[in-house]
Nanobody, 130 residues
Framework: QVQLVESGGGLVQTGGSLRLSCAVS????????VGWFRQAPGKERKEREF???????????YYQDSLKGRFTINRDTNQHTVTLQMNDLRPEDTSVYYC????????????????????WGQGTQVTVSS
């Protein structure tokens, strides 16, 4: 069992920055990858979009290509948190952002598929105003 709690969402103007945090707890965290997904307004759960992921033990990172350069994922094993630094935010980044945990075996998709993830947080709202 893994528990995840997101924080750090809010309202920001275009071009601004936000840092999301995911507090992770549970057993054998080194066996997991933690990812961030987002669900835009009006979209269904199955349409959640992969943002980035990081392996707990090996510190490998994975990104959606279009977000690489603006978004940075990191993890602090001492604090048991995974952060998502988001810069140069745009209105199209408006979404509910979720962190999730998946088994850290080899993934052909780079851990970008929704159904790889077994555990989910409750989400945090990010709104970017124009």
């Amino acid at each position: 069992q893994v528990q995840l709690v997101e924080s750090g969402g809010g309202l920001v103007q275009t071009g601004g920055s936000l840092r999301l945090s995911c507090a992770v707890s549970g057993r054998s965290l080194s066996s997991y990858v933690v990812g961030w997904f987002r669900q835009a307004p009006g979209k269904e759960r199955k349409e959640r979009e992969f943002v980035a992921a990081i392996s707990w033990s090996a510190y490998s990172t994975y990104y959606q290509d279009s977000l690489k350069g603006r978004f940075t994922i990191n993890r602090d094993t001492n604090q048991h948190t995974v952060t998502l630094q988001m810069n140069d935010l745009r209105p199209e980044d408006t979404s509910v952002y979720y962190c999730a945990a998946a088994p850290a075996w080899i993934s052909a998709s780079g851990h970008s598929q929704l159904d790889e993830y077994d555990y989910w947080g409750q989400g945090t709202q990010v709104t970017v105003s124009s």
